[in-house]
């Protein structure tokens, strides 16, 4: 059973009863849990009530990613309130991205986001979901900066000194759709070397589709070519893969177990 430790369900449709409908089809391909990443507090409640409150196999995380282009105080505050609910497992996506270059003003407002809400995780003890790129040693010096404070760096395409540096301050590390493509060898090497307890595996839907489906729009269940990779490079089956991602993402994400599918 398969754990998609990264899916952004809002996007996939504007309508909600459709939305349900995709979702409840999702667990019957095999999906032991999706972990939902809300990046804008305003759809909070509809995702909320519609589907993490009804399913207690999707984990739920909100947060205000770098390119964020609203307010910041109020959106901190947004986020401040939904984890004071108790109704999150997971502060994120948030990070740093300079992969579209290092404007210093951009880079100062990615820095204050992802740092405010690393003192959020730290108030919490809720773990945070990284996103990276092209930053490798500004991201690295904000975690030294938490050293309490744990997650993942979601959708890895980094190195493999930044994946070893991510594993030493026990951070885990998602693969998603990318490390399938041709072009991704260096990727593959490195999560063929990484230890089984900091590994999860990611769709990142509707985003990065693997291979078959790469350029399409992607869904949860299409972890299983993501997770069929990473079990062959590493020689293991794909069972096993998946029951090793799966303690590992609900080791992470399973903390505030009340989170995570409230039933009452
Ligand atoms: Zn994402």
New binding site residues.
């Given amino acids: 059973m398969l754990f998609d430790s990264?899916?952004?369900l809002d996007m996939l449709t504007d309508d909600t009863e459709e939305l349900v409908r995709i979702v409840a089809g999702e667990f019957a391909c095999g999906l032991s849990a999706i972990v939902q990443?809300s990046?804008d507090p305003d759809i909070h409640s509809n995702i909320y009530s519609s589907l993490v409150r009804q399913n207690r196999n999707i984990y739920y995380a909100c947060g205000l990613?770098h390119a964020f282009s609203g307010d910041i105080r109020e959106g901190l505050g947004k986020i401040t309130d939904i984890v004071r609910s108790g109704q999150v497992c997971a502060i994120g996506?948030t990070g740093l991205d300079y992969s579209r270059g290092v404007d210093p003003e951009a880079v100062l407002r990615q820095k204050n986001l992802f740092e405010e809400q690393m003192l959020i995780a730290r108030m919490s003890g809720l773990p945070v979901?990284v996103?990276t790129r092209d930053a490798a040693a500004d991201t690295l010096a904000m975690l030294d900066r938490y050293p309490d404070v744990r997650g993942v760096a979601?959708?890895f395409t980094g190195d493999a000194g930044f994946a070893a540096a991510l594993v030493e301050r026990g951070w885990m590390i998602s693969f998603s759709g990318i490390v399938t493509f041709s072009s991704a060898g260096d990727l593959r090497n490195t999560a063929a070397s990484l230890p089984d307890d900091c590994l999860l595996v990611e769709t990142?839907a509707p985003?990065l589709s693997p291979v078959p489906f790469r350029g399409q729009p992607n869904l949860p269940s299409r972890v299983v070519h993501t997770a069929a990779l990473l079990a062959e490079i590493r020689g293991v089956s794909l069972e096993a893969l998946a029951a090793l991602t799966a303690e590992n993402g609900r080791r992470l994400f399973g903390r505030n177990g009340a989170a995570c599918g409230v039933s009452s």
């Fill in positions: 990264h899916a952004h990443v990046t990613t996506e979901i996103h979601h959708c990142d985003f």
